[in-house]
């Protein structure tokens, strides 16, 4: 497969998306940039902003398996990986799959669970397995977990650990729609349009998971200059010198910044990587690995507040 192949699969696939997704195009394109990536992401946003809708597209785009979880105080890890169960009639134990067993894994309000549930998804994001009763099964690919959580509501949550942000790709986050976009969406409910029939709007899939993996090994050749290297160390040294930061961006930080400027590349029809790319990928790359010191927050600053000075002060190369 060709670069102007992958250019191609992108555009329809984007125009497919704006059946479903009205506004809301870089949310989206960050979403493409995942899968193409292999990573997982992390979506953040109110109650209402198309978070589960936009799961259900990506997945209907690429014929992927989809399943959903709501996380709940009491959901216990067997209930996300599966358990072993012993049936009488063959006096035999068999594995019971678990919904973690398919392509796109919504983890909806994955902070209400606490911390013993989530740490079951842990090895599943960055192994693609499962270890129950000692034994590993492996996960169907392409597998990406799209996890949601809701900014302004604490009550009932429970904070994700660290290891678990860092193994996100991204931090999406999906915030109102302009008047005009919420218009649009509102004329096509009143014209028919049903969320939880995506065969009303007339999407059609683009690609399967085999031509997935296709686009992925096209994307590993895309070239990645010594400056460009240099450009993305750079930002990560910096966040971690950084005065407004108690913790910079991680070495998976810089990998996964390399990675995902790789595949915007490709999806832009290009070769070869360029400092615009990193720059447009470093905000939702390091928003949810770093922690802002106390005195920055009381300054007004968040996250990609912190990200843009970092960015301001590493030197752009030529």
């Known amino acids: 497969m060709t670069i102007e192949n992958v250019q191609k699969l992108f555009a329809a696939m984007k125009t497919e998306a704006r059946k479903v997704i009205v506004g809301q195009e870089e949310v989206v394109e960050q979403l493409f940039v995942a899968l193409f990536t292999g990573g997982h992401v992390l979506l953040e946003g109110?109650?209402?902003?198309a978070k589960t809708l936009m799961a259900k597209?990506?997945?209907t785009l690429?014929?992927?398996?989809?399943?959903?979880?709501?996380?709940?105080?009491?959901?216990?890890?067997?209930?996300?990986v599966g358990t072993v169960v012993f049936e009488t009639a063959t006096a035999t134990?068999?594995?019971?799959q678990g919904p973690i067993f398919t392509q796109i894994l919504l983890a909806d309000e994955i902070n209400r669970a606490p911390a013993k549930t989530q740490s079951a998804l842990l090895e599943a994001m960055e192994e693609r397995q499962v270890s129950i009763e000692g034994e590993r099964h492996k996960l169907p690919a392409p597998f990406m977990v799209l996890a949601t959580q809701n900014p302004i509501e604490y009550e009932g949550t429970y904070p994700l650990p660290e290891a678990q942000l860092d193994r996100f790709l991204f931090?999406?986050?999906?915030?109102?729609?302009?008047?005009?976009?919420?218009?649009e969406v509102l004329r096509r409910y009143h014209q028919g349009f049903d969320a939880h029939d995506l065969g009303t709007s007339g999407i059609q899939p683009v690609l399967t998971p085999a031509?997935?993996?296709?686009v992925q090994a096209t994307i590993r050749a895309v070239k990645v200059e010594e400056g460009i290297l240099d450009y993305i160390t750079r930002i990560a040294d910096a966040s971690r010198r950084s005065p407004d930061l108690i913790l910079g961006g991680s070495p998976r930080a810089s990998i996964s910044l390399l990675l995902g400027s790789k595949t915007l590349a490709a999806l832009s029809g290009r070769d070869y990587v360029v400092p615009d790319d990193v720059k447009f990928l470093a905000p939702p790359v390091y928003r949810h690995r770093i922690i802002l010191k106390p005195e920055a927050e009381i300054?007004?600053?968040?996250a990609d507040a912190v990200v843009a000075r970092i960015l301001g002060k590493v030197e752009v190369p030529r």
């Not at 931090?171 to 218009?183: F, G, I």
């Not at 300054?299 to 968040?302: I, N, Q, V």
């Open 93 to 96: 134990f068999r594995l019971k």
């Open 211 to 214: 031509l997935i993996a296709e």
């Open 299 to 302: 300054e007004g600053l968040d």
């Open 46 to 49: 109110v109650p209402g902003t």
């Open 62 to 80: 690429v014929r992927a398996n989809f399943t959903r979880i709501q996380f709940t105080p009491d959901l216990m890890p067997s209930d996300v």
């Open 171 to 183: 931090k999406v986050l999906v915030r109102y729609a302009p008047p005009d976009v919420e218009r």
């Open 57 to 59: 597209t990506l997945a």
